[in-house]
């Protein structure tokens, strides 16, 4: 039993060195683009996060692109030189979906911003006493991402998400939404709400599979 457990060790290592070997020579290109489409109240968005997105970051995040576009079913319309939202869940929503859109501005990185906004979609009821705390345990400075929710900033990055959202073709009418490399079809969502991780896994052409699946 040990020894079976030391020789999957053992070829687990050397499956592993070949693969840093193979990564410098695999190209941004080859990452599956995943888009995620979602508002930051929704249920089924939470749920989402908690069922299918962790998961999928923590087995396959190195051969992903991520992108989060935090507006939903939301709708925008221009009042002066602003956008107004209006949102599904409310005024809240808009705030906090502006909260997320800001923290990807500064932190465009998904290793960063992504474990930020999941913190968030994982405790929706006290979010202004939680979101600081969320910032705080990723090093964030969660002053510059309040301010720019409140700013014209804020306001032109969210029109900016409103903008990809209405651009969908066919166009979202469910929330949480995904692309995978810019497609939407039924059996994609179906396949990224049942097992994001195996969608992404099998999707993936390039030389660096992760040795997790
Ligand atoms: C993924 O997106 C990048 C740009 O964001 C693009 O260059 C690349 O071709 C896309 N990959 C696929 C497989 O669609
Ligand atoms: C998802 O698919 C992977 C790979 O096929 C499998 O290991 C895993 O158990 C599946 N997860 C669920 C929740 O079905």
Not at 26 to 38: C, G, I
Not at 113 to 135: G, N
Not at 165 to 177: C, G, S
Request: with cysteine; glycine share 6%; aromatic share 10%.
């Amino acid at each position: 039993m040990e020894s079976k457990i030391l020789l999957a060790i053992v070829l687990n290592f050397v499956i592993s060195s070949g693969e840093v070997a193979s990564q410098e020579s695999a190209t941004s290109a080859q990452l599956v683009n995943f888009t995620l489409y979602m508002e930051s109240l929704c249920p089924d968005c939470v749920d989402f996060f908690r069922d299918q997105l962790s998961p999928a970051f923590d087995a396959v995040g190195s051969i992903m692109n991520l992108f989060v576009v935090p507006y939903g079913k939301a709708t925008q319309q221009q009042h002066g030189d602003r956008w107004h939202f209006e949102c599904q869940h409310g005024k809240k929503e808009c705030y906090w979906n502006v909260i997320e859109t800001c923290a990807i501005h500064f932190h465009p990185s998904s290793t960063v911003y992504f474990p930020f906004i999941k913190c968030i979609e994982s405790s929706t009821a006290l979010l202004p006493y939680i979101a600081p705390l969320c910032a705080m345990f990723q090093g964030l400075d969660y002053y510059q991402i309040q301010s720019c929710a409140g700013s014209r900033l804020g306001n032109s990055l969210e029109h900016q998400m409103g903008l990809k959202t209405e651009a969908l073709n066919p166009p979202l009418d469910v929330v949480p939404w995904v692309t995978l490399n810019g497609v939407h079809t039924d059996e994609i969502q179906a396949q990224a709400l049942t097992n994001l991780t195996k969608l992404i896994y099998d999707t993936y052409l390039g030389t660096r599979k992760p040795p997790a699946c």
